[in-house]
């Protein structure tokens, strides 16, 4: 299967800052990758599907970027909901899989 | 409203079976494949069923395959997953998914829309 290793397991910054998530493929993806947000206590949600499109109603401080076996997340000015667990996850093969998930925190 | 609702979970013992049911309203079912993910306490996710829009394809992870069954109702917008010979390692919340990607054949593999997840718990 695929392994997704998310960088850096926690990003500490502040409100206003740029946050930079990577996500590595142990081979390659394609474009085929997603990110999600998952504030505490709640579900996930879908932000970027295939590296850079963002699903509806995400704000445009989140973009995607990437193909093959390198994945960055960005975003570019942090609003105190934003700080939470982001994990990647691919669906180029079966089974499906997710990263570890990096934490930004303030 | 667009939603996905969870239900069925609780505290069963090691080897015992439960079935989850996953309710959908708000969209068009029959179109979309379902999956669940679950989340041991503490941690990530983990893909753990899928089943297509219309029911032909179903794919587990290996650590359920064989222990677990996905199926749908459409006439009741509903997904189950039977989970049987359950261990402690399954003690997790789980989800179910919307897939992203409409009459997908094998499932496309993104997920759109989550409910609000049901907690299962393998004790004794």
């Known amino acids: 299967e695929i392994v997704l290793t998310q960088s850096p397991a926690t990003l500490s910054l502040s409100p206003g800052e740029r946050a930079t998530l990577s996500c590595r493929a142990s081979?390659?993806?394609?474009?085929?990758l997603a990110w999600y947000q998952q504030r505490p206590g709640q579900a996930p949600r879908l932000l970027i599907y295939?590296?850079?499109n963002r699903a509806t109603g995400i704000p445009a401080r989140f973009s995607g970027s990437g193909s093959g076996t390198d994945f960055t997340l960005t975003i570019s000015s942090l609003e105190p909901e934003d700080f939470a667990v982001y994990y990647c996850?691919?669906?180029?093969?079966?089974?499906?899989?997710f990263g570890g998930g990096t934490k930004v925190e303030i | 409203q667009v939603e996905l609702v969870e239900s069925g979970g609780g505290v069963v013992q090691p080897g015992r079976s439960l079935r989850l049911s996953c309710a959908a309203s708000?969209?068009?079912?029959?179109?979309?494949?379902i999956h669940w993910v679950r989340q041991a306490p503490g941690k990530g996710l983990d893909w753990v069923a899928l089943?297509?829009?219309?029911?032909?394809?179903?794919d587990y992870a290996d650590s359920v395959k064989g222990r677990f069954a996905i199926s749908r109702d459409d006439s009741q917008n509903t997904v189950f997953l039977q989970m049987n010979s359950l261990r402690a390692d399954d003690t997790a919340v789980y989800y179910c998914?919307?897939?992203?990607?409409?009459?997908?054949?094998?499932?496309?593999?993104?997920?759109?829309?989550w409910g609000q997840g049901t907690m299962v718990i393998i004790s004794s």
């Open positions: 998914a919307k897939d992203r990607y409409r009459l997908a054949t094998t499932g496309g593999g993104a997920f759109d829309l």
């Open positions: 708000g969209f068009s079912f029959g179109s979309y494949g």
């Open positions: 996850q691919q669906r180029s093969t079966w089974p499906l899989t």
């Open positions: 081979q390659t993806v394609s474009s085929f």
């Open positions: 295939d590296a850079s």
């Open positions: 089943i297509s829009y219309d029911g032909s394809y179903k």
